[in-house]
């Protein structure tokens, strides 16, 4: 098994920036994909920006020139740096990845995994 957890989340003023992290722990071979999604109050959670194991990027069009999201296989860890933040911008900003990790049983297994999400809220 393993686990993400998100961090990097915080209060800052419009324009400012923040860089948010996803670190994934446990026994891991693989990361196929990762990808930060956000969910503000009253609102579906949406995909902010992905990126695949052929490095291609996606992004949303309100974030795109805004937003950069890498990953650092090495540190088992992706990061979403997020520039000229805008108040509406706040949200819970999620991780997610496609893992293959080791199970209890000492087998590997590919399948989704999601952090629980870090805060992140823009002022005026």
């Known amino acids: 098994q393993a686990q993400l957890v998100e961090s990097g989340g915080g209060l800052v003023q419009a324009g400012g920036s923040l860089r948010l992290a996803c670190v994934a722990s446990g026994t891991i071979s693989r990361i196929n994909h990762m990808a930060w999604h956000r969910q503000a109050p009253g609102k579906r959670r949406e995909l902010v920006a992905s990126?695949?194991?052929?490095?291609?990027?996606v992004y949303d069009d309100s974030v795109k020139g805004r937003f950069t999201i890498s990953r650092d296989n090495t540190k088992n860890t992706g990061y979403l740096q997020m520039n000229n933040l805008k108040p509406e911008d706040t949200a819970v900003y999620s991780c997610?990845?496609?893992?293959?990790?080791?199970?209890?049983?000492?087998?590997?297994?590919?399948?989704?995994?999601w952090g629980k999400g870090t805060l992140v809220t823009v002022s005026t």
């Open positions: 990126i695949h194991s052929s490095g291609l990027t």
């Open positions: 997610d990845a496609e893992l293959t990790a080791r199970y209890g049983d000492g087998h590997y297994y590919t399948r989704g995994y």
